[in-house]
DNA sequence: GCTAAATGTAAAGCTTACTTTACTCTATTC
DNA sequence: GAATAGAGTAAAGTAAGCTTTACATTTAGC
């Protein structure tokens, strides 16, 4: 699954600190989404969602095809 | 977080065992997110969304208030 | 009231999301 | 050129999503 967040986040002039403390998560967290090394978990795709205010599928991109976990 | 699965799944007349093999998942998943013991991975928000035709978040809500994990 | 289908519970086990810590690299800036 | 900020890696540990199995309860039709 493919991901806007570093996007978003930089038009939002926000460092990987700064989005993890609005979050509530770890810097890790911030680093490992945005290198889409794991997707997250839905509470967290909300949080962002709203954060940059706008839907869950204009962050995430979710591909049929692949049958992901 | 609360969802409109279990109405959701009534409306498409689909048992809880139709449902899980469509989503590819156990039934027992199924049972769990509709008594909303846990929240589903964002993979499976979007295959759900993709089965009812419609938005992640018209299936979840989520309430800012509560930190939920 | 039996039967069978649908729904539910419980528990053990695996996988993945997320944390924490510690250390590296690159750019500024002073 | 030392210091600081921002981004990155790695690895070990915890927490939450999901599976599997086995068994209980509810509901509907006969």
């Known amino acids: 699954m493919k991901n806007r967040i570093k996007e978003?986040?930089?038009?939002?002039?926000?460092?990987q600190d700064q989005l993890a403390e609005q979050l509530g998560v770890s810097r890790q967290t911030i680093i490992s989404?945005?290198?889409?090394?794991?997707?997250?978990?839905?509470?967290?795709a909300f949080k962002?969602?709203?954060i940059f205010n706008c839907?869950?599928?204009?962050?995430?991109?979710?591909?049929?095809?692949?049958?992901?976990?």
């Open 48 to 50: 962002l969602a709203h």
């Open 8 to 15: 978003l986040r930089a038009k939002k002039d926000l460092t």
């Open 33 to 44: 989404l945005e290198r889409e090394r794991y997707n997250p978990s839905i509470i967290l």
């Open 55 to 69: 839907k869950i599928e204009d962050i995430f991109i979710y591909e049929e095809e692949k049958d992901e976990k």
